[in-house]
């Protein structure tokens, strides 16, 4: 009888489930295996979890890179372009930029997920407009990839581990339910993705392996989460071989298959369709699960 973990989670336990079922046998042979959790102290700490467990990064590590002001900030103080859209703490700052009165504006809150309270403006109607307390205000990417003409968000799947930093060789896709045009300001076109996981939602979901051209699209991906790196360094710097971190990273092709990072989710969701889940979710987990417990790196994990 295999030996059996003693697990601990407050997110996607299903996923972590089926994930420990499928190493199950990398893990046959040994006679005591470190017990595990996935556990989310914006809930509150769990008494039990202590340091013998493999466990999530520092939390308020993990807290912070959830802020997008502070990975905005983090990027301008590193001096690193091209990775990310300009973004700007006011409005000044925005309009005074290159090309500012071409480009739709996105207006985001600092700690906020799932695209809830985001905004489109124009820059005629961000001439007008008041920037609230904890938002940043982000520059449209433009020249985007689309399906069937719709936009598309693609997330990478990134796991922080003994100092080191990995990729998963696949992501998913959220498939916007309204076509797109480049000068919209409508939230439907250029955000909302809700409702998703209903049966017969118009927001459709695929994994990025699908896309086109995927392989061009994964190796542009690298080079981009190797710039990343330095703006990870906190991250980092706080894992070992019993502290992870996984990140979803949010992100837009253009139309050359070249990537543009929007978001960073320290505390990212891994519970989606069950498409998704059976297809992506349960296999990462799988790698990441596998590559604690082993100290090989999965095959599907991406050294960067």
């Known amino acids: ?43 509150g700490e769990h008494p039990e979890i202590t340091e013998a467990f493999f466990r999530l990064l520092h939390y308020p590590t993990l ?3 959830d802020n997008k002001g502070f990975i905005a900030s983090k990027i301008n103080s590193l001096n690193i372009s ?15 930029s290159p090309n500012a009165t071409n480009k739709i504006w996105f207006i ?13 403006l124009t820059a005629q109607e961000l001439v007008e407009f008041q920037l609230p307390p904890h938002h940043i205000i982000q520059e449209q ?30 992501g998913f896709v959220m498939i916007h339910s309204v076509p797109y045009s480049e000068n919209a300001t409508d939230f439907a076109v250029q955000v909302d993705h809700s409702g998703y996981t209903e049966v017969g939602s118009a927001i459709k979901m695929m994994r990025t ?52 990072l929007i978001e960073i989710n320290s505390k990212a969701n891994f519970v ?15 790698a990441v699960i596998g590559t604690l417990y082993t100290h090989i790196k999965d095959p599907r994990l991406i050294e960067i």
């Not at 059996?4 to 997110?11: A, E, L």
């Not at 091209?82 to 005074?96: M, Q």
């Not at 542009?220 to 971190?245: D, F, H, M, N, W």
């Not at 989606?272 to 799988?286: C, E, G, R, V």
Request: charged residues 20%; proline residues 5%; contains cysteine.
């Open 1 to 43: 009888m295999p030996a059996q973990p003693t697990i601990f989670c407050n997110r996607a336990r299903r996923i972590v489930d089926a994930a420990f079922i499928k190493v199950a046998g990398k893990l046959l042979f040994f006679s005591h295996l470190r017990p595990f959790s996935y556990w989310d102290n914006y809930y």
């Open 63 to 65: 807290q912070k890179y």
């Open 82 to 96: 091209d990775l990310f859209p300009a973004s700007f703490t006011s409005v000044s700052d925005a309009l005074d």
């Open 108 to 120: 985001k809150p600092t700690c906020s997920t799932s695209g809830k309270g985001i905004q489109c």
């Open 141 to 170: 990417v433009a020249g985007i990839e689309l399906i069937n003409a719709h936009k598309y968000t693609a997330r990478a799947y990134v796991l922080i581990y003994d100092k080191r930093v990995f990729l998963f060789d696949d």
């Open 209 to 260: 392996a699908e896309l086109p051209n995927f392989e061009l699209k994964l190796a542009q991906l690298k080079q981009k989460i190797s710039l990343l790196k330095p703006v990870l360094s906190e991250l980092i710097a706080a894992s070992s071989t019993r502290e992870y971190g996984l990140l979803g990273i949010d992100l837009l092709f253009d139309k050359h298959h070249n990537p543009t």
């Open 272 to 286: 989606h369709t069950d498409t998704i889940n059976y297809s992506l979710n349960i296999p990462f987990f799988a």
